[in-house]
Protein backbone atom coordinates (compact mmCIF):
# COMPACT_ATOMS: atom_id res chain seq x y z
CA UNK A 1 0.00 0.00 0.00
CA UNK A 2 1.34 3.15 -1.10
CA UNK A 3 0.80 6.72 0.56
CA UNK A 4 1.50 10.17 0.83
CA UNK A 5 1.33 9.93 4.82
CA UNK A 6 3.42 12.67 6.22
CA UNK A 7 4.34 9.99 8.89
CA UNK A 8 5.86 7.32 6.41
CA UNK A 9 9.16 7.65 7.03
CA UNK A 10 10.69 5.95 10.22
CA UNK A 11 10.67 7.55 13.41
CA UNK A 12 14.08 7.86 15.72
CA UNK A 13 14.11 7.15 19.36
CA UNK A 14 13.33 9.20 21.87
CA UNK A 15 9.62 11.19 22.69
CA UNK A 16 8.49 10.71 19.11
CA UNK A 17 7.52 13.89 18.82
CA UNK A 18 4.30 14.22 20.53
CA UNK A 19 3.61 17.20 23.42
CA UNK A 20 2.50 17.22 26.29
CA UNK A 21 -0.08 19.57 27.64
CA UNK A 22 -2.71 20.54 30.12
CA UNK A 23 -5.22 21.76 30.53
CA UNK A 24 -7.16 20.11 27.13
CA UNK A 25 -7.88 23.61 25.53
CA UNK A 26 -11.85 23.00 25.46
CA UNK A 27 -14.65 24.11 27.54
CA UNK A 28 -16.45 22.31 29.88
CA UNK A 29 -19.54 20.80 28.39
CA UNK A 30 -18.11 21.36 24.44
CA UNK A 31 -17.86 18.72 22.29
CA UNK A 32 -15.49 17.76 19.23
CA UNK A 33 -16.69 18.38 15.99
CA UNK A 34 -15.65 14.97 13.71
CA UNK A 35 -16.09 16.81 11.00
CA UNK A 36 -13.37 19.73 11.96
CA UNK A 37 -11.05 18.27 9.49
CA UNK A 38 -10.58 18.68 6.23
CA UNK A 39 -12.78 20.82 3.74
CA UNK A 40 -16.52 21.90 5.71
CA UNK A 41 -19.08 19.84 4.20
CA UNK A 42 -21.49 22.24 2.33
CA UNK A 43 -25.48 22.25 3.82
CA UNK A 44 -27.17 19.42 1.41
CA UNK A 45 -23.81 18.11 -0.26
CA UNK A 46 -24.71 14.67 -1.41
CA UNK A 47 -23.49 11.66 0.47
CA UNK A 48 -20.84 10.22 -2.19
CA UNK A 49 -19.32 13.66 -1.86
CA UNK A 50 -19.09 13.71 1.88
CA UNK A 51 -17.33 10.29 1.94
CA UNK A 52 -14.85 11.30 -0.93
CA UNK A 53 -13.71 14.23 1.59
CA UNK A 54 -13.27 11.86 4.51
CA UNK A 55 -11.07 9.47 2.23
CA UNK A 56 -9.05 12.07 2.05
CA UNK A 57 -8.13 12.29 5.60
CA UNK A 58 -7.72 8.25 5.85
CA UNK A 59 -4.43 7.53 6.65
CA UNK A 60 -2.79 3.56 7.33
CA UNK A 61 -0.39 3.07 10.50
CA UNK A 62 0.31 -0.67 9.78
CA UNK A 63 -1.32 -1.40 6.42
CA UNK A 64 -4.29 -3.21 6.47
CA UNK A 65 -4.58 -3.61 10.92
CA UNK A 66 -4.53 -0.28 12.17
CA UNK A 67 -5.81 3.24 10.65
CA UNK A 68 -6.48 6.21 11.74
CA UNK A 69 -10.19 7.45 13.39
CA UNK A 70 -10.36 3.75 14.60
CA UNK A 71 -10.53 2.38 18.09
CA UNK A 72 -8.56 -1.31 17.98
CA UNK A 73 -8.36 -4.11 20.71
CA UNK A 74 -5.97 -6.58 21.86
CA UNK A 75 -7.76 -9.19 24.19
CA UNK A 76 -6.88 -12.69 25.45
CA UNK A 77 -6.23 -13.66 29.24
CA UNK A 78 -3.78 -11.92 31.70
CA UNK A 79 -0.73 -12.89 31.91
CA UNK A 80 -0.77 -14.98 28.45
CA UNK A 81 1.92 -12.26 26.49
CA UNK A 82 -0.32 -9.55 24.78
CA UNK A 83 2.26 -7.33 26.53
CA UNK A 84 5.01 -8.91 24.88
CA UNK A 85 3.60 -8.83 21.52
CA UNK A 86 2.63 -5.38 21.69
CA UNK A 87 6.15 -4.12 22.60
CA UNK A 88 7.40 -6.36 20.18
CA UNK A 89 4.83 -4.94 17.28
CA UNK A 90 5.78 -1.71 18.58
CA UNK A 91 9.01 -1.45 18.26
CA UNK A 92 9.23 -2.92 15.04
CA UNK A 93 6.32 -0.51 13.68
CA UNK A 94 8.32 2.44 15.44
CA UNK A 95 11.52 1.42 13.31
CA UNK A 96 10.07 1.52 10.14
CA UNK A 97 9.82 -2.69 10.50
CA UNK A 98 6.82 -4.41 8.75
CA UNK A 99 4.53 -6.13 11.31
CA UNK A 100 4.79 -9.84 10.96
CA UNK A 101 7.50 -9.29 7.97
CA UNK A 102 4.27 -8.70 5.83
CA UNK A 103 2.49 -5.10 7.11
CA UNK A 104 3.83 -2.24 5.90
CA UNK A 105 4.33 0.49 9.07
CA UNK A 106 3.53 4.11 8.94
CA UNK A 107 5.63 5.54 12.23
CA UNK A 108 3.93 8.63 13.67
CA UNK A 109 4.34 10.12 17.21
CA UNK A 110 2.24 7.91 19.62
CA UNK A 111 1.96 7.48 23.82
CA UNK A 112 1.94 4.02 25.67
CA UNK A 113 0.41 4.04 28.95
CA UNK A 114 -1.09 1.19 31.73
CA UNK A 115 -3.39 1.01 33.22
CA UNK A 116 -1.89 -2.24 35.07
CA UNK A 117 1.26 -1.55 35.65
CA UNK A 118 3.55 1.70 37.01
CA UNK A 119 6.14 2.69 34.88
CA UNK A 120 9.21 1.00 36.45
CA UNK A 121 7.06 -2.43 35.91
CA UNK A 122 6.83 -2.08 32.15
CA UNK A 123 10.45 -0.91 32.31
CA UNK A 124 11.36 -4.68 33.69
CA UNK A 125 9.16 -6.28 30.78
CA UNK A 126 11.44 -3.83 28.57
CA UNK A 127 14.74 -4.71 29.75
CA UNK A 128 13.49 -8.78 29.99
CA UNK A 129 12.64 -8.33 25.92
CA UNK A 130 15.80 -6.87 25.39
CA UNK A 131 14.60 -3.35 24.87
CA UNK A 132 16.09 -1.80 28.02
CA UNK A 133 17.66 1.32 25.97
CA UNK A 134 14.85 1.94 23.71
CA UNK A 135 13.15 5.57 24.44
CA UNK A 136 10.10 4.65 24.09
CA UNK A 137 7.22 7.29 25.61
CA UNK A 138 5.86 5.17 28.64
CA UNK A 139 3.59 6.42 31.39
CA UNK A 140 1.84 4.81 34.31
CA UNK A 141 -1.83 5.90 34.75
CA UNK A 142 -0.99 7.08 38.06
CA UNK A 143 1.59 9.69 36.59
CA UNK A 144 -1.53 10.64 34.26
CA UNK A 145 -4.35 11.17 36.88
CA UNK A 146 -5.49 10.34 39.79
CA UNK A 147 -8.10 8.11 38.14
CA UNK A 148 -7.92 6.14 34.80
CA UNK A 149 -9.53 8.15 32.60
CA UNK A 150 -9.18 8.33 28.56
CA UNK A 151 -10.06 12.09 28.74
CA UNK A 152 -6.65 12.69 30.98
CA UNK A 153 -4.82 11.26 28.41
CA UNK A 154 -6.36 12.81 25.51
CA UNK A 155 -5.91 16.01 27.42
CA UNK A 156 -2.11 15.24 28.44
CA UNK A 157 -0.84 14.56 24.97
CA UNK A 158 -2.13 16.53 22.04
CA UNK A 159 0.19 15.55 18.52
CA UNK A 160 -0.07 12.26 18.94
CA UNK A 161 -1.06 9.86 16.43
CA UNK A 162 -1.23 6.51 18.00
CA UNK A 163 -2.56 6.42 21.54
CA UNK A 164 -1.88 2.86 23.27
CA UNK A 165 -3.38 1.80 26.08
CA UNK A 166 -3.06 -1.22 28.52
CA UNK A 167 -6.29 -2.31 31.00
CA UNK A 168 -8.58 -0.19 29.21
CA UNK A 169 -11.68 -1.80 30.53
CA UNK A 170 -10.15 0.40 34.05
CA UNK A 171 -11.44 3.73 31.58
CA UNK A 172 -14.65 1.82 30.51
CA UNK A 173 -17.49 4.76 32.68
CA UNK A 174 -19.73 2.63 35.35
CA UNK A 175 -23.02 3.78 36.10
CA UNK A 176 -26.78 3.29 36.13
CA UNK A 177 -28.93 2.14 32.93
CA UNK A 178 -28.35 0.12 29.77
CA UNK A 179 -24.21 -0.37 29.85
CA UNK A 180 -24.42 -1.18 25.90
CA UNK A 181 -25.69 2.53 25.76
CA UNK A 182 -23.40 3.94 28.05
CA UNK A 183 -20.81 2.53 26.56
CA UNK A 184 -21.91 3.20 22.82
CA UNK A 185 -21.78 7.04 24.24
CA UNK A 186 -18.56 6.43 25.59
CA UNK A 187 -17.03 5.21 22.52
CA UNK A 188 -18.52 7.38 20.32
CA UNK A 189 -16.60 10.56 22.34
CA UNK A 190 -13.50 8.71 22.18
CA UNK A 191 -14.05 8.36 17.85
CA UNK A 192 -14.84 11.82 17.76
CA UNK A 193 -11.67 13.04 19.34
CA UNK A 194 -9.34 10.57 17.39
CA UNK A 195 -11.39 12.24 14.17
CA UNK A 196 -10.17 15.25 15.00
CA UNK A 197 -6.64 14.55 15.93
CA UNK A 198 -6.68 12.06 12.83
CA UNK A 199 -5.21 9.65 15.34
CA UNK A 200 -5.64 5.44 16.39
CA UNK A 201 -5.83 3.98 19.58
CA UNK A 202 -4.90 0.62 20.20
CA UNK A 203 -6.25 -0.84 23.16
CA UNK A 204 -5.71 -4.19 25.46
CA UNK A 205 -8.17 -5.75 28.08
CA UNK A 206 -8.41 -8.86 30.00
CA UNK A 207 -10.03 -12.12 31.66
CA UNK A 208 -8.79 -12.97 34.85
CA UNK A 209 -5.84 -15.40 35.71
CA UNK A 210 -8.86 -17.71 36.62
CA UNK A 211 -9.47 -18.44 33.06
CA UNK A 212 -6.82 -19.20 31.06
CA UNK A 213 -8.33 -21.27 28.11
CA UNK A 214 -11.17 -18.72 26.19
CA UNK A 215 -10.68 -20.15 23.04
CA UNK A 216 -10.95 -16.97 21.64
CA UNK A 217 -14.40 -16.02 22.58
CA UNK A 218 -15.82 -12.56 23.26
CA UNK A 219 -15.18 -13.09 26.85
CA UNK A 220 -11.66 -12.38 25.80
CA UNK A 221 -12.77 -8.59 25.85
CA UNK A 222 -14.66 -7.73 28.60
CA UNK A 223 -17.12 -5.36 27.62
CA UNK A 224 -20.06 -4.61 26.34
CA UNK A 225 -21.32 -6.10 22.29
CA UNK A 226 -21.98 -2.31 21.70
CA UNK A 227 -18.29 -1.92 22.51
CA UNK A 228 -17.08 -4.72 20.54
CA UNK A 229 -19.25 -3.27 17.09
CA UNK A 230 -17.32 -0.04 17.71
CA UNK A 231 -13.60 -2.00 17.12
CA UNK A 232 -12.04 -1.73 14.01
CA UNK A 233 -9.45 -4.34 14.18
CA UNK A 234 -9.69 -7.00 17.02
CA UNK A 235 -6.82 -9.11 18.20
CA UNK A 236 -7.64 -12.33 20.16
CA UNK A 237 -4.93 -14.43 21.74
CA UNK A 238 -5.12 -17.68 23.72
CA UNK A 239 -3.06 -21.03 23.57
CA UNK A 240 -3.46 -23.55 20.65
CA UNK A 241 -6.39 -25.44 20.28
CA UNK A 242 -5.09 -28.39 21.22
CA UNK A 243 -4.16 -26.91 24.90
CA UNK A 244 -7.77 -25.50 25.32
CA UNK A 245 -10.43 -27.52 27.00
CA UNK A 246 -11.62 -30.59 24.80
CA UNK A 247 -7.84 -30.45 23.39
CA UNK A 248 -5.92 -33.38 22.95
CA UNK A 249 -2.90 -31.99 25.21
CA UNK A 250 -5.37 -29.93 27.64
CA UNK A 251 -3.98 -29.34 31.24
CA UNK A 252 -0.24 -28.85 29.79
CA UNK A 253 1.82 -25.70 30.03
CA UNK A 254 3.08 -24.33 26.86
CA UNK A 255 4.62 -21.06 25.65
CA UNK A 256 3.28 -21.35 21.95
CA UNK A 257 0.53 -18.80 21.64
CA UNK A 258 -2.29 -18.27 19.16
CA UNK A 259 -3.47 -15.28 17.52
CA UNK A 260 -6.04 -14.40 15.59
CA UNK A 261 -6.86 -11.04 13.83
CA UNK A 262 -10.11 -9.64 13.53
CA UNK A 263 -9.90 -6.84 10.34
CA UNK A 264 -13.00 -5.27 9.89
CA UNK A 265 -12.26 -4.81 5.77
CA UNK A 266 -10.14 -7.77 5.24
CA UNK A 267 -10.02 -11.44 5.52
CA UNK A 268 -8.72 -12.81 9.48
CA UNK A 269 -5.62 -13.28 9.58
CA UNK A 270 -4.63 -16.59 12.04
CA UNK A 271 -1.05 -16.62 13.08
CA UNK A 272 0.62 -19.11 15.84
CA UNK A 273 4.01 -18.05 17.84
CA UNK A 274 6.46 -19.61 20.35
CA UNK A 275 8.68 -18.14 22.64
CA UNK A 276 12.31 -17.30 22.24
CA UNK A 277 14.99 -17.73 24.95
CA UNK A 278 14.25 -14.08 26.27
CA UNK A 279 10.64 -14.05 26.16
CA UNK A 280 9.91 -12.81 22.52
CA UNK A 281 7.25 -14.64 20.11
CA UNK A 282 8.42 -15.85 17.01
CA UNK A 283 6.13 -16.86 14.13
CA UNK A 284 5.95 -20.48 13.50
CA UNK A 285 3.02 -20.98 10.64
CA UNK A 286 5.64 -22.71 8.09
CA UNK A 287 3.12 -21.07 5.05
CA UNK A 288 3.04 -17.81 6.36
CA UNK A 289 6.87 -17.09 7.02
CA UNK A 290 7.61 -18.62 3.16
CA UNK A 291 4.94 -15.89 2.31
CA UNK A 292 7.22 -13.53 4.03
CA UNK A 293 10.30 -14.71 2.24
CA UNK A 294 8.44 -14.26 -1.33
CA UNK A 295 7.42 -10.42 0.01
CA UNK A 296 11.05 -9.96 0.71
CA UNK A 297 12.49 -11.02 -2.79
CA UNK A 298 9.55 -9.00 -4.25
CA UNK A 299 10.08 -5.75 -2.16
CA UNK A 300 13.98 -5.69 -3.38
CA UNK A 301 13.15 -6.06 -6.55
CA UNK A 302 13.43 -2.35 -8.26
CA UNK A 303 10.60 -0.44 -9.54
CA UNK A 304 10.06 -1.78 -13.49
CA UNK A 305 11.83 -4.77 -12.99
CA UNK A 306 10.72 -7.47 -15.54
CA UNK A 307 10.15 -11.03 -14.09
CA UNK A 308 9.46 -14.09 -16.41
CA UNK A 309 6.60 -16.77 -15.11
CA UNK A 310 9.51 -20.00 -15.75
CA UNK A 311 11.31 -17.50 -12.72
CA UNK A 312 8.83 -16.63 -10.64
CA UNK A 313 7.64 -20.49 -10.81
CA UNK A 314 11.33 -21.10 -9.65
CA UNK A 315 11.31 -18.84 -6.85
CA UNK A 316 7.50 -20.26 -5.43
CA UNK A 317 9.61 -23.35 -5.58
CA UNK A 318 12.60 -22.58 -3.86
CA UNK A 319 10.41 -21.10 -1.26
CA UNK A 320 9.17 -24.35 -0.39
CA UNK A 321 5.23 -23.00 -1.45
CA UNK A 322 2.58 -24.66 -2.95
CA UNK A 323 2.61 -23.62 -6.65
CA UNK A 324 -1.20 -23.36 -5.96
CA UNK A 325 -0.35 -21.39 -3.07
CA UNK A 326 2.66 -19.12 -4.71
CA UNK A 327 -0.46 -18.04 -7.54
CA UNK A 328 -2.64 -17.14 -5.09
CA UNK A 329 0.11 -14.77 -3.79
CA UNK A 330 0.75 -13.45 -7.50
CA UNK A 331 -3.03 -12.93 -7.50
CA UNK A 332 -2.90 -10.82 -4.45
CA UNK A 333 -0.41 -8.48 -6.06
CA UNK A 334 -2.35 -8.17 -9.07
CA UNK A 335 -5.06 -7.37 -7.98
CA UNK A 336 -3.45 -4.70 -5.37
CA UNK A 337 -1.78 -3.52 -9.64
CA UNK A 338 1.62 -4.14 -7.88
CA UNK A 339 2.46 -7.07 -10.03
CA UNK A 340 1.34 -6.97 -13.56
CA UNK A 341 1.80 -8.41 -16.82
CA UNK A 342 4.35 -6.41 -18.97
CA UNK A 343 2.95 -4.77 -21.72
CA UNK A 344 5.12 -5.02 -25.37
CA UNK A 345 7.70 -4.67 -26.60
CA UNK A 346 8.23 -6.97 -23.46
CA UNK A 347 7.85 -10.72 -23.99
CA UNK A 348 4.60 -12.34 -23.18
CA UNK A 349 4.68 -14.21 -20.21
CA UNK A 350 6.40 -11.44 -17.88
CA UNK A 351 5.35 -9.16 -14.85
CA UNK A 352 6.34 -6.05 -14.64
CA UNK A 353 7.08 -4.86 -10.83
CA UNK A 354 4.81 -1.10 -10.54
CA UNK A 355 5.29 -0.43 -7.03
Excluded at 238 to 253: C, E, L, N, S, Y
Aim: charged share 25%; proline share 6%.
Amino acid sequence: METDNKNDAPSTDGMHGFEETAPFDMDEGDSIDPWAIGEPIAAGESRINMRRKLRTREKPIIEQILMTETINLIGGPSGIGKSTLLFQLLYEWSHGQRIFGKFKSFPCPFVYISNDRSTLETDRTLRRLGYGDWDIPIFGIEDIAATPSIEAVFSRFRNVGLFVIEGLQAMIPEGSGDQNKREMAWAMGIRRTLAQRGAALLATTHVPKSKPDSGHSRNNFLMSASLHACMSTMISFDIPAAFRPGGPRHGQRTGDREVLIHLRDHPDLLLNFTREQNGRFKLIDEDYVKEVNLDTWFDALPIGAIVSTKELQKRIEASGMSLATGYRWRRELEEDGRFTPAEPPAKRGTWIKNF
